[in-house]
């Protein structure tokens, strides 16, 4: 989420954004996550996959904003984001990427965790 969430859409973003509101181009299929076209002004946007901007309850369904989500995820783990400052800083002290640290550290535990609501453990 760290990674993308204030990225910004460039001018073909922009420009396909124009387009369809001169009416040449109607609903943009996309790819992407992280919500660029919506950014660079179109209205119309199917999202492939999805986006990294909104999370969904499994239970009930709910939506949330994903920058509230991440928001409240520190609050009830003050300490997580210095405790992975620490490891990419160790990573770092020992000769490893730091970005590529901090996105392990991120994932930690993650698949395992997955792996078992699937299987309904």
Known sequence: ???FAHVQPNTAHEGLARLQQMGWVGQIITQNVERLHQKGGSSK?????GTTHRVVC????DFTAR??????????NPGMAARVQQMATAATSAGINNRSAYQRALRAGTTANGRRVKDGE
């Open 58 to 61: 499994m239970d009930c369904g």
């Open 67 to 76: 920058c509230d989500f991440q928001n409240r995820l520190a609050d009830l």
């Open 1 to 3: 989420w760290h990674e």
């Open 45 to 49: 946007v199917l999202e492939l996959h």
